[in-house]
């Protein structure tokens, strides 16, 4: 085969994979990935795991979420937890005050929920509270 044939050829295979590439993104932009925000108070299973959001409270010290969680015996409470608000993702700051889930609060063994305040810190407005596991996501909103 002669050299300028194999060069048709590769670009030809170039333009084709170019086309292949474009068509791919304009599949990927034109999707719509929704996800269902849940009511507070709706349990939500992820995973193995069943959480609710029970409350959601704002006050100048910050935001305090009531969360009730059952599953994974010993797996660490605040482990997956976020809130969308301002524009921004926040963590829970593991706070120790009465109620508060902290850094060391695990799910019960016998199969018992917990119920405990996770805090975060203040924002001006709270879009959602989310929660992570297993490569899912679950939404609650006020």
């Keep these: 085969m002669k050299t300028r044939n194999l060069i048709l050829l590769s670009i030809a295979c170039g333009l084709m994979i170019l086309l292949a ?5 304009f599949q ?7 996800v269902p925000v849940n009511k507070l ?4 299973t992820i995973g193995d795991m069943t959480a609710t959001v029970l ?14 969680m059952s599953g994974v015996a010993g797996d660490l409470v605040i482990d997956g937890w976020r809130l969308l608000g301002d524009g921004k993702v926040l963590e829970p700051s593991g706070a120790v005050d ?3 889930c902290d ?5 019960p063994d016998d199969a018992a929920t917990i119920q405990c305040v996770l805090r975060f810190a203040a924002v001006k407005a709270v879009q959602a509270v989310a929660y992570t596991r297993a490569g899912e996501q679950r939404q609650w909103a006020p």
């Design 55 to 68: 409350a959601i409270n704002e006050s100048d010290q910050g935001i305090s979420v009531a969360i009730e």
């Design 41 to 44: 108070g709706v349990a939500a």
């Design 98 to 100: 009465e109620g508060a």
């Design 103 to 107: 850094a060391s609060t695990v799910v």
């Design 21 to 25: 590439g474009g068509f791919k993104l």
């Design 28 to 34: 990927v932009a034109t999707d719509r990935t929704e």
